[in-house]
């Protein structure tokens, strides 16, 4: 059984840092793109970063570039994403995303909150 399990989400205060992780079983991770998306209350949901399945490569969204960093350890099955100086508009459920790297299968995890406040 496929499961992509985020965690790391929650209250934090404009410029502050969380550390969100995704745990995945039930497929070989290391054959899979990794990405984190985002979905903000009333918005569509959009790419946040990604990272090849060697973790090789990476690419993110200009509203995140020099302040959040993806990362894998495909010993552990986990991505993870580091996210610092956050903002208000950082706020948003963030979703993991699995993609083969050889063809079209897509898993995506259940979600974890991130609300960036004072």
């Known amino acids: 059984q496929v499961q992509l399990v985020e965690s790391g989400g929650g209250l934090v205060q404009p410029g502050g840092s969380l550390r969100l992780s995704c745990a995945a079983s039930g497929f070989t991770f290391s054959l899979y793109v990794m990405s984190w998306y985002r979905q903000a209350p009333g918005k569509e949901r959009e790419l946040v970063a990604t990272?090849?399945?060697?973790?090789?490569?990476?690419n993110y969204a200009d509203s995140v570039k020099g302040r959040f960093t993806i990362s894998r350890d495909n010993a552990k099955n986990t991505v993870y994403l580091q996210m610092n100086s956050l903002k208000p508009e950082d706020t948003a459920v963030y979703y993991c995303?699995?993609?083969?790297?050889?063809?079209?299968?897509?898993?995506w995890g259940q979600g974890t909150q991130v609300t960036v406040s004072s």
């Open positions: 995303n699995a993609r083969f790297s050889l063809g079209s299968r897509n898993y």
């Open positions: 990272i090849t399945n060697a973790g090789v490569g990476t």
